[in-house]
């Protein structure tokens, strides 16, 4: 047992201890097969370069507070309190019918 997991293998902390067993799992395969991290294994079989992963973080990390502004937004034009919106509200129609767009101003 990891010196991770032995700390939080007390009881109370079964989703923590989950987690760790989880990591030193991944950890262990990714030397294993000598790979530089377990990020590098895990993008390995997609052929995705660290760079892009972490590129996405730190893209959407700066762009948080415009999510937050259009969640406020979306709320606001949904009619909801604050802390009501849930992950399935964001595929909820703001307009009670698509609006109707001809083909014309589509095209240009």
């Known amino acids: 047992?990891?010196?991770?997991?032995?700390?939080l293998s007390r009881?109370?902390?079964?989703?923590?201890?989950?987690?760790?067993?989880?990591v030193e799992g991944d950890v262990f395969?990714?030397?294993?097969?000598?790979?530089?991290?377990?990020?590098?294994?895990?993008l390995a079989p997609e052929a995705i370069p660290p760079e892009v992963f972490h590129n996405l973080?730190?893209?959407?990390?700066r762009n948080f507070p415009?999510?937050?502004?259009?969640?406020r937004v979306r709320r606001r034009l949904l009619g909801m309190a604050e802390g009501d919106l849930h992950g399935?509200?964001?595929?909820?129609?703001?307009?009670p019918s698509p609006?109707?767009?001809p083909f014309e101003r589509?095209?240009?």
């Open 66 to 71: 415009i999510w937050h502004r259009y969640f």
């Open 106 to 108: 589509e095209s240009s």
């Open 29 to 42: 395969y990714a030397r294993a097969r000598r790979y530089g991290s377990a990020l590098e294994a895990a």
């Open 1 to 7: 047992m990891g010196v991770v997991r032995r700390r």
């Open 11 to 22: 009881p109370g902390r079964y989703l923590a201890t989950t987690l760790a067993g989880g």
């Open 88 to 95: 399935y509200d964001l595929t909820a129609p703001l307009l």
């Open 57 to 61: 973080l730190s893209t959407v990390w």
């Open 99 to 101: 609006p109707d767009v």
